[in-house]
């Protein structure tokens, strides 16, 4: 799976536009890979990098920069003193090797979002209802430090800061050490939602296929993730007899093939897969001991998320008799169907008309920061297509007139918010 990647060209642009498409350019240096990718894992040198140079961005704009306690980067200018802020954004942390777009064009272009309507108030005289934010949230990925959207979590009251900030990476090294590495943890306050939106590439083929330039999401695909650690007993590979194994990667290896073989059950209706193993002692001459796998189930249907659930976890105690193991559920992280406040996707709806642009309803499967955030305050989340739905891949693309088309929808939809046009609503 591939795609045609173009460099981002500011030349087929001029003002605001050619400025926004010129800082994607350098973003897409930090933690650049080999295959116009990147790998900018959370608390890394690389997102260090990129967070040192967004600070300069935003302050050349005036804008103040504070990183609170889960390390969160926040650009905040305040024009309505003590009033709360519509906090936009995205993340600018990625997978090992990722493609450019998912989640670092949504910081950048509630950036340049930012920095347009500042303008716009200096120069008309007028005040917005509320104070601008643009946020970098801290750990969506989950690659380097589980669970994903950790900063965004801390954020709402969803996850303890004490506990996040001890969780380790395969190393050792904890969210604090990490941190403090690259000098982002900071000590608060994060500043007060009112509102919040957030843009993001779709990671999906149906925009592209149904032709629209806009995504207007109207609600989140349930998840139920789980750590399944799979217990067996070392041996030598050539001399102990199969009969006496109990070998931990087998049971792992039934467990993947299980959640596929559920997903085949509802074709189209329910996603499940294994994105990580974890094998010890992991020799080649060692049958292994111990296997820790992360599955995770997705459906837009409840009832049948609940069922395959119930299959998939019917099926271990077959497993473990069937590879002679022992198998057990050590972490999960689930979250329902949550629809996006109506009131919201419609004001995004007629922002999208009046700019004459075009426009759909869909649904994320993905989870973002702004399915945390929709909890708390009413939040608008918009997409811009991917070519050929290609994600979490260096070949990932999405391109320059859709990301600045974005950068204008998010700009209106901003500014609507800041204006208190929900407020009413």
């Known amino acids: 799976m591939s795609t045609m990647i173009t460099e981002p060209n500011p030349a087929n642009f001029t003002g605001d536009d050619a400025r926004f498409i010129t800082d994607f350019a350098t973003l897409c240096t930090f933690g650049a890979t080999g295959n116009s990718g990147v790998d900018r894992q959370a608390g890394s040198a690389a997102d260090g990098e990129q967070r040192v140079w967004f600070t300069a961005l935003l302050r050349e704009q005036g804008f103040e920069v504070r990183f609170d306690e889960i390390g969160n980067q926040f650009g905040l200018l305040e024009l309505v003193p003590g009033a709360p802020f519509v906090i936009v954004g995205s993340h600018m942390d990625s997978q090992p090797t990722a493609g450019r777009y998912d989640g670092a064009y949504g910081v950048l272009a509630a950036a340049h979002a930012a920095f347009r309507l500042a303008a716009s108030y200096r120069e008309s005289g007028q005040t917005p209802r509320y104070n601008i934010a643009v946020v970098n949230w801290f750990n969506e990925e989950g690659a380097r430090f589980k669970p994903s959207m950790m900063g965004s979590s801390v954020y709402t009251g969803k996850l303890d800061l004490a506990e996040a900030l001890a969780v380790t990476d395969p190393s050792g090294i904890t969210v604090r050490q990490a941190l403090e590495s690259i000098g982002c943890l900071g000590a608060g306050p994060a500043p007060k939602a009112a509102y919040a939106a957030e843009i993001h590439i779709e990671q999906g083929r149906s925009m592209e296929r149904d032709g629209v330039t806009i995504g207007l999401v109207d609600s989140n695909w349930a998840a139920n993730k789980y750590e399944f650690v799979v217990h067996g007993e070392q041996a030598h590979t050539g001399s102990t007899v199969i009969a006496d194994r109990k070998d931990a990667l087998l ?81 999960s992280h689930c979250w329902p169907v949550m629809p ?53 891949n260096e070949h990932e693309y999405t391109s320059d007139d859709d990301i600045v088309a974005g950068v204008h929808m998010l700009t209106e939809v901003f500014r609507q918010l800041l204006e208190g046009q929900l407020d009413q609503s």
């Open 251 to 331: 049971g792992a290896s039934m467990l993947v093939v299980a959640a596929r073989e559920v997903a085949d059950q509802y074709p189209g209706v329910l996603h499940t897969s294994v994105g990580q193993l974890d094998v010890y002692p992991n020799s080649p001459v060692v049958v292994p001991s111990r296997v820790s796998l992360l599955l995770d189930l997705r459906s837009a249907d409840e009832a049948v998320l609940a069922e395959a659930d119930a299959t998939l976890h019917k099926r271990v105690a077959a497993i473990e008799k069937a590879a002679n193991v022992a198998i057990e559920k050590h972490a």
């Open 340 to 392: 996006y406040q109506p009131e919201g996707v419609d004001l995004a709806e007629k922002a999208a008309a009046g700019l004459g642009l075009t426009y759909g309803r869909v649904k994320t499967l993905a989870g973002h920061d702004s399915t945390n955030m929709k909890d708390l305050v009413p939040t608008v989340m918009l997409f811009v297509p991917s070519v050929a739905g290609i994600s979490h």
